[in-house]
């Protein structure tokens, strides 16, 4: 079975600050990986996505996050936080042998400060 | 349509009436899931629908869930005699296929609240 970890549930960075958040994740199969972004009362965003090209994979909005198979992890970063970055993250691995279903992390939620 | 589109987007209803919850995905998607998102359980799987058969309901938490496609386009998860523990966000998401890498498009969600 698949599963991603996300390590802290609230991370909290001042504007101009590097954003870093963690995902670790658990597949027996090389694995799709995606990063969704979640502001309030909305659905979820793709940010980016990973589906075994390049490990360094850029997003939307500055984002980017690199597959590291050594480490199993597909951490996201952003050199530069803006107030706009508010929001949860979610980090997600693809099941191709079930119809593509997701598996989520528990989330993280970004609080940028002034 | 442009987006996935879901309705209502809020639904108050009182503990053992049935529910009606709808998806219109994106025009051409063949692959359409529901997720449901609550405070304890993050976002879960519920079910995956390839044309209008699903062949994964494996997320569906008991019989009171059930939910079809029709004419490879809107979906209705029905969630019978609510209870309290079934209110959440309902999610729907469509793709172009389930072999497109993922990265589907997701609608706002219903947010049920069973009273």
């Known amino acids: 079975a698949q599963s991603v970890t996300q390590l802290g549930s609230h991370v909290s960075v001042s504007e101009g600050a590097l954003v870093l958040l963690r995902c670790n994740y658990s597949?027996?199969?090389?694995?799709?990986l995606f990063w969704y972004v979640q502001y309030p009362n909305q659905g979820l965003q793709l940010l980016l996505k990973?589906?075994?090209?390049?490990?360094l994979v850029k997003g939307i909005n500055g984002f980017e996050a690199e597959f590291k198979k050594s480490e199993t992890s597909f951490h996201l970063t952003k050199p530069s936080a803006h107030m706009s970055d508010a929001a949860e993250y979610f980090c997600?691995?693809?099941?191709?042998?079930?119809?593509?279903?997701?598996?989520f992390g528990g989330g993280t939620r970004v609080l940028v400060k002034p | 349509g442009a987006g996935v589109s879901q309705s209502p987007s809020n639904k108050v209803t009182e503990k053992g009436k049935d529910v009606e919850l709808r998806c219109d995905p994106i025009?051409?998607?063949?692959?359409l899931y529901w997720y449901r998102q609550s405070l304890g359980q993050g976002l879960e799987f519920l079910i995956y629908?390839?044309?209008?058969?699903?062949?994964?309901k494996s997320g569906l938490p008991s019989d009171r869930f059930s939910a079809e496609r029709t004419g490879g386009s809107v979906s209705t998860l029905t969630i019978q005699r609510t209870q309290q523990e079934d209110s959440a966000v309902y999610l729907c998401?469509?793709?172009?296929?389930?072999?497109?890498?993922?990265?589907?498009?997701f609608g706002s969600g219903t947010r049920l609240t069973v009273v």
């Open positions: 998401a469509s793709s172009l296929g389930p072999d497109r890498g993922g990265g589907y498009t």
């Open positions: 597949s027996s199969v090389p694995p799709y």
């Open positions: 990973y589906t075994s090209a390049a490990t």
């Open positions: 997600a691995v693809s099941d191709q042998a079930a119809g593509n279903k997701l598996t």
């Open positions: 025009s051409g998607h063949t692959a």
């Open positions: 629908f390839q044309g209008n058969s699903a062949p994964d």
